[in-house]
């Protein structure tokens, strides 16, 4: 359902000339430092509205989605990035993504969200809500609840490699990134209440990291794992680290 009132405030697509600025600038970057492939862009479809998924290893995730699509694409994230060297943190902030205070219900960024999408716009979204293990862990509910919200389409993305981007940089070698795009699927839909309608997204959830799975080297895969033992070594990477944080923690800088 479209909801005019909210697409005014939240328009798409927008900054267009900084993003497209930092779009080039990062495509220059990234060929210096990087041997950055992209392979599966016949998959991409030509329009919104879409939702576009894929693990977060890295705090580089983001600038690999953009690089990766054609698309003025618009992300939700955290607000703030407790993993990322201080030289890189005012990107987000002049992309000027919509703010996700993790652990909390963020409605603005949902509600920002959805308005994107109501306008066949295109989301960036990475369903594991935070980049602090380097194996595939269970989505938290918000990628379920879009989707299911809005009909959205859901592209999914494999990244590999972005961890050792720096660490090669300190040796003087470039890092190889490959990106693997895979078919587009959905949309879902839950129709349960209260708890049922938990499991539902939940099981919506599982499906989205599955597709992204399929598109990781074995190794990185961690609970979507068909190895037994690849699974077993993730445990405890499911953790949320934000379980208990509130948005006034995030304000006063409680869990930098």
Do not use: C
Not at 117 to 141: K, M, Y
Not at 163 to 189: C, H, S
């Amino acid at each position: 359902m479209t909801n005019n009132k909210s697409n005014r405030r939240w328009r798409y697509p927008r900054r267009q000339f900084s993003r497209g600025v930092l779009r080039e600038s990062a495509r220059v970057i990234f060929t210096a430092i990087a041997d950055f492939k992209v392979i599966g862009r016949e998959n991409i479809p030509k329009r919104g509205p879409l939702l576009v998924v894929a693990n977060h290893f890295s705090f580089l995730d983001p600038v690999a989605m953009v690089l990766a699509t054609p698309y003025p694409i618009e992300f939700v994230g955290g607000f703030n990035n407790p993993g990322a060297p201080p030289v890189v943190t005012w990107i987000p902030k002049l992309w000027d993504l919509y703010p996700v205070f993790r652990g909390t219900g963020s409605t603005y960024a949902l509600k920002a969200a959805q308005a994107v999408l109501e306008q066949d716009g295109v989301l960036g979204i990475f369903p594991e809500a935070g980049n602090w293990a380097h194996v595939l862990r269970p989505a938290r509910p918000g990628t379920a609840y879009l989707a299911t919200r809005t009909g959205a389409r859901i592209l999914p993305m494999g990244f590999d490699g972005l961890v050792d981007v720096f660490p090669q940089i300190e040796k003087l070698r470039r890092a190889q990134v490959t990106v693997k795009i895979g078919e587009p699927f959905g949309p879902f839909k839950v129709t349960g209440r209260g708890r049922e309608r938990r499991r539902q997204l939940d099981e919506v959830g599982d499906e989205i990291m599955s597709r992204i799975a399929e598109l990781l080297p074995p190794e990185r895969r961690g609970h979507y794992s068909d190895d037994p033992a690849i699974r077993e070594a993730a445990k405890g990477t499911e953790i949320y680290p934000w379980a208990d944080a509130t948005e006034d923690d995030w304000h006063a800088g409680d869990h930098l």
